[in-house]
Structure formats: C-alpha cells, structure tokens
C-alpha cells in the first residue's frame, strides 16, 4: 500500500525558534498533501492542503504566516512553525492521496509530536 | 453541508465481546466512508472503506462495517475484542471535496 512517511516523529524546541516537519510519500507521487492538527483526545483539524507547485490553501482560522507549507517535489512537503510558542504544542499528522483517486482516500504520515518549551 | 456523528466518545467492552462502534453521516452526494484506527502517539491506519461496490465490507484485523442508506449509518464491528484492539476509531466520510469529514472519534477500551 501507499506510505507515507513524517520526520522528525518529536522535536522539542524552545519558546521563539522555527521548527520544520517533512512529510513524504515514500512510494507514490502526490500532488496532493495535507497537513492536520489534533489536540490529546480530539479528532483531526485539517490545518491545509499542500498543492505541488503552487501555494497551499489554509483552512479559517490558520495563520499562514506561522505555519509555512511548502510542496516543492511530487513527494515531499514541509510544515514549517515559526516563531513557536507553547499554543502551538501539538501532535502534526500529514496525509497524501493518490491523484485520480476516485475515493478521495488518504493516507496518513505516523505523526510528529511538538512540545515548544 | 457533510457531517459525521459517532454516537459513544467511550466504549468499554470485555475481551472476547462483541465490538460495535456508531457512525451516522449526513451528504448531498452519494458517500464515500473510511474507518480508520489511530494507535496512542501514532497516524491514522486504513481499516476499511466503503465505495459502493459493496454493503458489507471487510477490513482488516477482523473489522467488518455495513453501509445502511435507509439509515446514513456505517456501523463498525468486530465479532470477538482483543486487547490489542483498543484504540481510538474514527469515521471518515468523502464526498466530492478532496477534504475528509472526521467524527469526533470513540475509544475503544478491552477490558479482561
């Protein structure tokens, strides 16, 4: 099946620094990427959808300028926080779909835990 | 508008019982569903889907859910619990949008 990987799977940082999480498909191309956030005992928030080439589209509410996304392969997309602080401590889950997928069916990375000190 | 509902944010049973976690959706269009299974600090893992080629679906690890039209219902079950099943569950519905629609989740807990 379709894999997708995420590193780091942890990071801690301090309070004003910038983290990047990468996101990868590690055996399909996905012009497609995703990016979630999930608070302990929540369901998914989906944050954005990464587009290859082109500028991701940030769901209400997400700031743009704090949370960098850039899809520049057909297998690889970064998240990057800037300027961390504690509120932004989270479990980040990426996802992929296969283009043409008739099911819209994603498939998930395995998670990046960030706890900003 | 899209919506999932999983009735039970908790489910408790015994090792051995019968597993059966809600999902009831709600979709202007003819419904794409997914059950997955997210493991304590990990990502979500396919447990079954739904596509309309059939109403009785099998999935993996001895998961089994039936689409339910009459109903909007993609009920979730397992015949026998094992400890190593309890997890959080979440139902997932796809329409025309490529974005997912999740539940809230429900735990599965296994008692002995």
């Known amino acids: 099946g379709a894999v997708v990987s995420q590193h780091p799977s942890w990071v801690i940082c301090k309070s004003g620094t910038s983290v990047k999480i990468e996101c990868r498909s590690l055996d399909f191309q996905a012009t497609t990427m995703f990016w979630y956030r999930q608070f302990p005992k929540q369901s998914l928030m989906l944050m954005a959808t990464s587009n290859e080439g082109s500028k991701a589209t940030y769901e209400q509410g997400v700031e743009k300028d704090k949370f960098l996304i850039n899809h520049a392969s057909l297998t690889l997309s970064t998240l990057t926080v800037t300027s961390a602080h504690p509120e932004d401590s989270s479990f980040y889950i990426c996802?992929?779909?296969?283009?043409?997928?008739?099911?819209?069916?994603?498939?998930f990375g395995p998670g990046t835990r960030l706890t900003v000190l | 508008a899209q919506s999932v509902t999983q009735l039970g944010s908790h489910v408790s049973v015994s090792e051995g019982a019968l597993v059966l976690l809600r999902c009831n959706y709600s979709s202007s269009v003819p419904p794409y569903l997914f059950w997955y299974v997210q493991y304590p600090n990990q990502g979500l893992q396919l447990l079954l889907k739904?596509?309309?080629?059939?109403?009785l679906v099998k999935g993996i690890n001895g998961f089994e859910a039936e689409f339910k039209k009459s109903e909007t219902s993609f009920h979730l079950t397992k015949p026998s619990a094992h400890m190593s099943d309890a997890a959080e569950y979440f139902c997932?519905?796809?329409?025309?949008?490529?974005?997912?629609?999740f539940g809230t989740g429900t735990r599965l807990q296994v008692t002995l």
């Open positions: 739904y596509t309309s080629a059939a109403t």
């Open positions: 997932v519905l796809t329409g025309t949008a490529s974005k997912l629609t």
């Open positions: 996802s992929a779909s296969i283009p043409g997928d008739l099911y819209n069916e994603q498939f």
